[in-house]
């Protein structure tokens, strides 16, 4: 069954969604959002790929940037930062090209591989738009970092599109529902960009004015 467009939820909450579903509900339930060195420098490197013509082709590959995806079926939409296309035996058949294209989803992150699914996660998710897009299978995507300055190629594996599959349709019950979470402290917490809005620690401290009092004392 295909969500309608007003339902469809932006790509890049996965990632949040899978880091703290606190920090998704704060995000794209509360609209709220705040800026720290890590989220600046993440915008930097999309930046960056995002630089240069839209399209640009080299022979038996097609380079194109900030490309819009979307799919009714996972009630989905976002942006790709890199999508080549690659000639080859199969793949999708473009306006003007002759032969298959195979699509290959690229996506721009700051830092290294980290540990958790958040990133591979995101690419999933893309493959799965231009699959349904481009009426095509997508079975291999990438995750450039910039601190270590190479690809990481990820398997687009049945298992890793079922588990997002779940995670999405989660994620579309959580939106539904629209309450945000409650804060549990964690070892995220330090590196999330809205721990001063979600000040977790209010969890275990009853007295609000004791809390801000402390803090001011730390600054």
């Keep these: 069954m295909a969500y309608p467009e007003e339902a469809w939820l932006d790509i890049s ?17 509360e609209q709220q959002w705040q800026e720290n060195l890590r989220t600046v420098e993440g915008q930097i490197v999309h930046e960056k790929c995002h630089d240069g013509h839209l399209r640009e ?57 980290k540990e958790g699914l958040e990133d591979v996660a995101q690419l999933v998710v ?13 079975p291999v995507g990438y995750l450039f970092y910039d601190e270590i300055h190479r690809r990481e190629k990820i398997e687009i594996t049945s298992a890793l599109q079922s588990e997002v599959r779940l995670t999405l349709e989660e994620m579309h019950r959580a939106f539904a529902r629209g309450v945000t979470p409650k804060g549990k402290a964690t070892k995220k917490c330090q590196s999330c960009s809205l721990k001063d809005l979600c000040l977790p620690k209010l969890e275990k401290i009853g007295d609000v004015s004791a809390y801000y009092a402390a803090a001011m004392k730390g600054a």
Excluded: T
């Design 57 to 113: 082709s080299r022979g038996d590959l097609l380079v194109a940037r900030a490309l819009r995806i979307s799919s009714a079926m996972l009630g989905v939409s976002g942006v790709c930062d890199v999508v080549e296309f690659r000639r080859g035996k199969s793949g999708a058949q473009l306006h003007g090209r002759e032969g298959f294209w195979q699509p290959v989803p690229i996506e721009y992150k700051r830092g290294k591989p």
């Design 13 to 29: 909450g996965i990632q949040h969604f899978l880091f703290c579903r606190r920090q998704w509900a704060l995000i794209h339930l």
């Design 126 to 138: 893309q493959a799965l738009c231009l699959s349904e897009m481009f009426c095509c299978e997508v």
